[in-house]
């Protein structure tokens, strides 16, 4: 079957802008986490969902980020307001069973934001 | 929090050689998976490996849960293997978070 896909591939935004980046996870997994990757570092966590809720948000960096997943499967990451900081790759993967043994990640390609 | 640190850093390679790469995490883990990033950015899962040995074709892992480390072996390297290569963990809690922690990488570059 399909990867997890994420869209856009790229965007560029000015300062200022809002900014939505989707992520369509593998059919059927529950767990979908959002992570987000600056040059020549490892991906730093954003978001864990389980299901429909967050269950970890812990590592959204401020109130001008927010993400959703309203039906448990499709995912969007809002950012507000968006500063040059934000530019980074924002990557999205998802698990069928996250604490079960032999379930591992699938990562998308990736959204590379800029922002001018 | 768990903390993860891989060595080498960097590392460069003939076509042709072995390597071994090194990822040593601070706290007892339930699993742990070795990724590698390819040049067009992309993240492939190669082993989900909590304790033991896995091999696959030229790669193989090895993880000492007890000792807290896995090494990534990679033999008869070749120029695809170039890219970046990530070791990850979980860290869980009694209210359901199950998130991942990437160490820092170690950048591979295989010269033909």
């Known amino acids: 079957g399909a990867g997890v896909s994420q869209t856009p591939s790229n965007k560029v935004t000015e300062k200022g802008k809002y900014v939505e980046l989707r992520c369509d996870p593998i059919s059927g997994h529950t767990a979908l986490y959002w992570y987000r990757q600056s040059l020549g570092q490892g991906p730093e966590f954003l978001i864990y969902?389980?299901?429909?809720?967050?269950?970890?948000d812990s590592g959204l960096p401020n109130d001008r980020f927010f993400a959703v997943r309203p039906e448990g499967s499709v995912s969007t990451l809002k950012i507000q307001r968006t500063e040059r900081g934000d530019s980074a790759v924002y990557l999205c993967a998802s698990s069928s069973r996250p604490r079960d043994s032999n379930s591992p990640l699938h990562f998308g390609n990736g959204t590379r934001l800029t922002v001018t | 929090g768990i903390q993860v640190e891989q060595s080498p850093p960097d590392l460069i390679l003939q076509e042709g050689a072995n390597s071994t790469l090194r990822c040593n995490f601070s706290d007892s883990v339930n699993n742990l998976q070795w990724f590698h990033q390819n040049p067009w950015g992309q993240l492939i899962n190669l082993f989900y490996i909590p304790s033991g040995t896995k091999q696959n074709g030229r790669l193989s892992a090895t993880t000492v849960a007890t000792e807290r480390y896995s090494l990534l072996y990679i033999s008869s390297s070749q120029t695809t293997d170039s890219g970046v290569y990530f070791c990850?963990?979980?860290?869980?809690?009694?209210?359901?978070?199950?998130?991942?922690?990437f160490g820092t990488g170690t950048r591979l570059k295989v010269l033909a």
């Open positions: 969902f389980q299901g429909t809720g967050a269950a970890d």
């Open positions: 990850a963990v979980p860290t869980y809690s009694w209210s359901g978070t199950y998130k991942y922690i």
